[in-house]
């Protein structure tokens, strides 16, 4: 028996953790953290280690399949498929067009430096526009709200978490999810050594999380924080509390100020659930503290105003002086400058086209999630063929039920995937991909989340289990059969990268000298402050160089929150929750990333008791667009009129272990209305969707 132990890194989240690998006779049996990682320092989470069962999963799809549309499958040589795959898309492109054909890529695809580039090049050489992802479900409105404030969707200010003295998290529970538009592995030793150093942390959220446990909670309403922010700017502009920095480095603060003037904390306390004085308090301590950050992430970006959300975050920033300087938020210089790059492929772009469905924006290049529209509406660019790489959009996206409808009408589905899942069990192929722990990678497009940049290339851990192959491949043989051009290999363009950046460029990095370094390595330290003018400036190409906080079409967006009716006081709103051994769902084939007796409703006692529901019961969960049976768990840790459930859950397809879990796809319940999208950003509603939740005994009575 041969052992070895190989250094890697986690491709799970955007911690990115240093691993070590155990490898007996070419197959990996456990997954340590790396002590000598430049981040993580040996630290890591259980969702890292349960790697070693998905990749030796016996039902991992490990040889090409054509399917039969109906859940049958047989398994085709790789030739047959992709030269049928081609054939197909070839002919879908010259009866309808370009557009017609589609992809979506998934969470885990983002994770995949050479893979991701391979499936955009390939979908952009066919000349479609269609390129869909998990972004308006998580992180559009981010990026649309960066668009009006500093120019370019993709640059995100990040919490410095090493030296701040106050961080005040809105909508995000790094404790679990370990930080996210973030790249650390040692979030959860940065925010304990805040508060050691006599700093504080003040979660808002609507849940009693598990951060808000460990430190301060303010509980809000679901999506009423865009108003509980306007109340907290307007204590800090009628105090004078604001920051002489603010008027260096921000231009609109009149225009700011006269659109929070009327929002008093006492005018909107019964609105956010916070009474007046915890407002007024928060925006003091705020104000007033040494450094300070406010940090935004899921909760923020998916409720009703979601790019107003996130742009009064950042202002709470500029105007108490904390942007873009060290303990404040600060701006990432990895080794790949991805915001400069994208501006200039024009891949940062802002409503540069919108959608033939519902006229919403792309942002940063990716659409709103419209793609049912697209494929079930008639008329030129209808979508007729879809690829899915490592996404399953049924579990994830909204509207899940009509997806569903519209996939079954596609003349082509192929899914490059691990797994036969909801998604994948109608597709025509089903094309399997090796683990991360069975390929090459190299770790740069996380390098702009990181406060402390590193860089770090992997070997793969073990050889690929079956017949599989990577999106490299994949990609690569169908343009090859599809006549589009190749150009240079992706490791060749990645090395490009690295070299013609100001920092590649500067201290000599390449991706050979990147191989060096199988634990990876620290770019320098610290990341500079006082750089945003500079940026702002190159990307608006010198119309301005400071950050605007007075963009009317997002501060309009205050007026049309506050005029409108705030929810019945009887009301119920459903949130989404995580777990720190659950992501998403393409772990779930995996025992252990269920918790307890599986996924459940948080109900608070009084709306239980209101009800008639103990712990346990199966209840009814309905919104408009349907209803599915849950079961209850009373708990404290939601508000009153506030209830979770996590996404994920309810599988169907071959993939056994997922499936036990039991749960509903909470997906099929969600609404995926183009009316209620954001129009900034085309952000999904997902967090605090009206829904009624009935004993099911009072159910069936009616
Ligand atoms: S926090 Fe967990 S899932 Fe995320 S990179 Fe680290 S080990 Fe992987």
Known sequence: MTRTTVPSYCRICEAACGILADVEDGRVTAIHGDPEHPSSRGLMCPKGSLMVKVTNDPERVTTPLRGDRKGGFVPVSWDEALTDIAERVKSLIADHGPNSVAYYSGNPAGFSMAGHMWAKKFIDGLGSKGSYSAAPQDTSSRWAASHFLYGNTHEVPLPDLDYTDFLLCFGANPLVSHGSLMSSGRTRSQLANIVDRGGRIVVVDPAR??????????????????????????????????????????????????????????????????????????????????????YGRLGLCRGEFPTLANYLLDALNVVTGN???????????GLVDFPAINAKVGRSSYAASFTRVGSLPEVGGRKPWVLADEILTPGEGQVRGVFLVSGNPISSTPGAARLEEAFDQLDLLVSVDMYVTESNERADYILPSPTFLERADVLLNFGGGMTRPWVQWTEPVVPRIGDTREETEIFGELMHRMGVPPGP????????????????????????????????????????????????????????????LGAQPVLDQLDEFLAKDPPAPDS??????????????????????????????????????????????????????????????????????????????????????????????????????????????GMSFLDGVHVTVTARQTAAQQ
């Not at 500079?528 to 702002?536: D, K, S």
């Not at 009814?620 to 994920?648: F, K, M, N, Q």
């Not at 036990?660 to 209305?673: A, Q, R, S, V």
């Open 209 to 294: 999380t598990q951060t808000a446990q460990t430190y301060e909670h303010v509980s809000v309403v679901p999506s009423s924080d865009p108003l509980l922010m306007a109340a907290m700017l307007h204590v800090i502009f009628a105090e004078n509390l604001v920051s002489p920095r603010a008027s260096r480095s921000a231009i609109g603060l009149d225009t700011l100020a006269a659109a929070v003037a009327p929002v008093t904390p006492e005018s909107v306390q019964d609105r956010t659930g916070v009474d007046a004085e915890t407002v007024r308090k928060l925006a003091r301590d705020f104000a007033t503290a040494e450094s300070a950050c406010a």
């Open 323 to 333: 942007l873009d300087r060290r303990g404040g938020v600060v701006f990432g210089n």
């Open 489 to 548: 290999s992706p490791w060749e363009l990645i090395d490009n990268m690295i070299r013609s950046g100001d920092r590649g460029a500067a201290e000599g990095w390449t991706l050979e000298r990147i191989k060096a370094y199988p634990h990876g390595v620290e770019l320098g330290g610290d990341v500079e402050t006082g750089v945003i003018a500079q940026r702002i400036s190159t990307y608006t190409k010198g119309l301005r160089d400071t950050v605007d």
């Open 572 to 681: 119920l709103l459903l949130i989404s929750r995580r777990h720190l051994r659950s992501i998403n769902s393409w772990m779930h084939n995996v025992r252990k990333v269920r918790v307890g007796g599986g996924p459940t409703l948080h109900i608070h006692p009084k709306d239980a008791r209101a009800r008639g529901i103990e712990t346990g019961e199966t209840v009814t969960l309905a919104t408009s667009v349907g209803s599915g049976d849950v079961i209850a768990t009373v708990t404290d840790e939601v508000r009153p009129g506030t209830v979770s459930y996590p996404h994920g859950w309810g599988h169907s397809g071959g993939w056994s272990t997922a499936i036990e879990h039991g749960g509903i796809n909470i997906n099929k319940l969600i609404p995926n209305d183009i009316e209620k999208k954001d129009p900034l950003s």
